[in-house]
């Protein structure tokens, strides 16, 4: 029996690829802040779904996740847990800044460390980083959800080209979607400014990828497109672009 773990199960992309690895077979470790979401999601699935209700931004949170999946052999980690912070940086909440450092990078890094090297031992295992297509751009206004999503994306590529001259049979991949319909921009404090995919479609899309194999996996075309465009823009003209952009979401 295949088994996941999952960040930030309790809403968004990570119920949904909850849900849909369930319905294919897996039996789940779900994590998320909020407990009672995730006891009804344990009662839901029935079997052998476990839980532990926990805080990544808290300095322990991670090495404790890992040490409660001991003696469970985990085949597919995904780190999905991440909030953003709108506003100015010179406005925004340091406190909150470093609880986003914490969880959208900090989190990530050692649950990705030591679960890959359990992976890389014996030579088999999946691991996917929820990105963002913020994670190939400067973002004003949002600064320090861009460059913490840089840093998932940079590490995950990375690590696969490690892997890759290993010949090694661990996959790593990154998803990087655009706006999804998620509590994302209410705890950031904004609404979109575009239309947003649904979480659904992401997770589907994020599954699909890394049973394929797949790097950076970033839905939509237009998606795709933006992102090999801003390749070839200027950084002075691609960070004024997404100012603009972010500009036009309004505060809650």
Known sequence: MKRALITGATSGIGMQMALILHRQGWELVLSGRNEKILQKMAEKFGGETKYLALDLSERDAAQRLYDFCQGMKIDFLINNAGFGIFGEFTETD?????????VNIRAVHILTKLFLKDFVKR????????????????????????????????LTTAIREELRRKGSHV??????????DTNFNNRAGVTFSAK?????????????????????????LGMKLGVIASKFVPEELAVRFVYELQKRKEIV
Do not use: H, W
């Open 171 to 180: 996959q790593i991949g990154a998803l990087c979607p655009g706006p999804v």
């Open 94 to 102: 340091l406190s909150a800044e470093l609880e986003l450092i914490d």
């Open 123 to 154: 030579d088999s295992g999946m691991i996917l980083n929820v990105a963002s297509s913020a994670g190939f751009l400067s973002g004003p206004l949002l600064s320090s959800y861009y460059a913490s999503k840089n840093y998932v994306v940079r």
């Open 196 to 220: 947003p995919i649904t979480p659904k479609f992401a997770a589907e899309y994020g599954i699909a990828g890394t049973f394929a194999g797949k790097g950076l996996m970033i839905p939509t």
